[in-house]
C-alpha cells in the first residue's frame, strides 16, 4: 500500500492504524481520480507531495485539507462505507489541488457557473453567502463556497455513480460545472444524458439543445 500510494506522491502517516480495507479504498480513489487526471505523474504533477493523515480526534467534519499539512480523515469519515470514503478521499485531494493551483481552480468554476457571494454571513474561510449560480440543483442545500463547489463536482465527476445513489444523497451537478471540471481532466467523460432533466425544464428540453 505504501508504494502505491507513494507512485502517487501520497505521504500515508500512521499506516499501521488503517485497516486492509481502509487502505485499499484509499488507494482505489487515487487510482480513480489519477485515470481521469492522466495517470499517477499527471496527478503527483498537479497535487504534489500529499501528507494524508488518520486521527480519532471528533470534529464536525469528517476530513480536511489544508496547505502543507495535507488531508486529515477525522473520526467522522466514511471508514465502514467504501463508496463514500472514496468520494471523501476524492473531495479532499480536489481541495488540495485547488490549493496548489493558489485556487485558480475554484475561481475559474465560480466564474464558469455565474455563482457569486452575497451577504456577510459569518463562515470560514470566505465569510459570506455562497449563492450557487450555473443552474444548482433544486432541493440540494448549497456549497458553504466556491472551495466547497470545485471539490464537490471533481467527486461527482469521478463517481457519478455514488452521485445519484441514494446512499449519495442526490448530488448531481449541472452541465455546467461538469463541462468545467472536464476541462481540468486529461480523461474527457461525457456529461449523463439522463441527468438533464433535473437541470432544465421540459420546455427547455423539447426546444434548445444541451
Not at 445519484?164 to 452541465?175: A, H, K, T, V
Request: hydrophobic share 40%; proline share 7%; net charge positive.
Amino acid at each position: 500500500m505504501a508504494r502505491s500510494a507513494a507512485e502517487h506522491g501520497i505521504s500515508l502517516f500512521r499506516s499501521g492504524q488503517w485497516s486492509q480495507i481502509e487502505a485499499d479504498a484509499l488507494l482505489q480513489a487515487l487510482e480513480d481520480l489519477s485515470r481521469l487526471m492522466g495517470g499517477p505523474a499527471a496527478l503527483r504533477s498537479a497535487l504534489g507531495r500529499v501528507p494524508i493523515w488518520r486521527t480519532e480526534r471528533r470534529t464536525r467534519m469528517a476530513a480536511m485539507a489544508a496547505p502543507v499539512l495535507g488531508v486529515v480523515f477525522f473520526a467522522g469519515a466514511s471508514w465502514g462505507d467504501a463508496a463514500e470514503f472514496k468520494w471523501q478521499t476524492v473531495h479532499e485531494l480536489a481541495h488540495v489541488w485547488d490549493i496548489r493551483s493558489c485556487y485558480r481552480l475554484s475561481r475559474g468554476l465560480k466564474k464558469a457557473t455565474g455563482s457569486s457571494y452575497g451577504r456577510f454571513r459569518w463562515q470560514s474561510p470566505i465569510p459570506f453567502e455562497y449563492k450557487p449560480g450555473g443552474r444548482w440543483l433544486e432541493g440540494r442545500l448549497p456549497p458553504l463556497n466556491a472551495l466547497e463547489d470545485w471539490a464537490d463536482s471533481v467527486a461527482t465527476y469521478v463517481y457519478p455513480g455514488h452521485a445519484e445513489s441514494p446512499r449519495g444523497g442526490s448530488r448531481l451537478i449541472s452541465p455546467a460545472r461538469w463541462d468545467y471540471v472536464r476541462q481540468q481532466m486529461q480523461v474527457q467523460v461525457p456529461y449523463p444524458p439522463r441527468w438533464v432533466r433535473h437541470f432544465y425544464g421540459p420546455e427547455v428540453l423539447g426546444t434548445t439543445q444541451i
